[in-house]
């Protein structure tokens, strides 16, 4: 049995998923971006998460994907992989082979079908996946989220759990854009491994404790975000929150999958970067046109070399 991994800090990237023309996932692809963005210094990779069409992943496909970045050199314990699903079985499967293929947590969102549900159902749903997995090696992440999926991870919900769970239960994306709701979270579970999902707010999250963040936007701009982290408390910290936070500033008013997307194809040229998988669909050409006469304006430069 692999060693129990240490816990995530810094910026995490919930990795953009390549479609070929077919709809499956790119391989190739997908292994070059994770590849570069540990070398742009990712702390880890949030693989199938939102930003990465998680939820428009079958569970084989997020359980192949993560074998094949380790059969392609991505060091597993730098994983964090989305395994949360809405049928509870599917959720245990894949947490089961992430943590069998030693990745370093899993960020499991909450079933999110079924609305309106109380935190007993939901504590229910997080401890079935723990006590089936039954491994010590496993860190599991919560994934608050609920403006996309209406279940809510509420306080009482993590304090159960943590009080349950003490060496499993490992952190919390807070997805949520309430920032007096993430500061109310930092300092009641200070052990608790808080990261925001902008890094706008990374310097003040710094500062009251978060572990870092994990964000869409970390897709395009992984290098200046860790800069950031490594010079927190310094003057240079400043300049690189003022250069993210422009950037995070122009990508917002866009859908974040497509327009991130759209960002790596022009950048890289290559265009096969713009599929997804239905429902969603490619930012249109007059979108493109507009974002890219933001970011070429604001006169921040985006280094993206797949």
Known sequence: MTAIPEAFSGVLVPVLTPFAGDLEPDVARFKRICRWLLDEGASGLAVFGTTSEGNSLTATERCRLIDQLVEAGVPARRLMPGTGACALPDAV?????????GAGGVLVLPPFYYKNQADEGFFAYFSEIIERVGDPRLKLYLYH?????AAPITPALVERLLKTYPDTVAGLKDSSGDWDGTRR??????DLA???SSEVRLMEGLGLGAAGCISATANIQPGPIAR???AHGSAEAEDWHRRISTVRGIVEAY??????KAIVARQTGDDAWLQTRPPLTPLDEARCNQLFAALDACGVPLEIAL
């Open 93 to 101: 499967a894949m947490t089961r082979h992430a943590v069998a293929a």
């Open 145 to 149: 989220f609920p403006q996309m999926s």
């Open 185 to 190: 979270l930092i300092a009641a579970f200070p």
């Open 194 to 196: 808080i990261f925001p």
């Open 228 to 230: 950031l982290i490594a």
């Open 255 to 260: 859908p974040f999958i497509t327009a991130c």
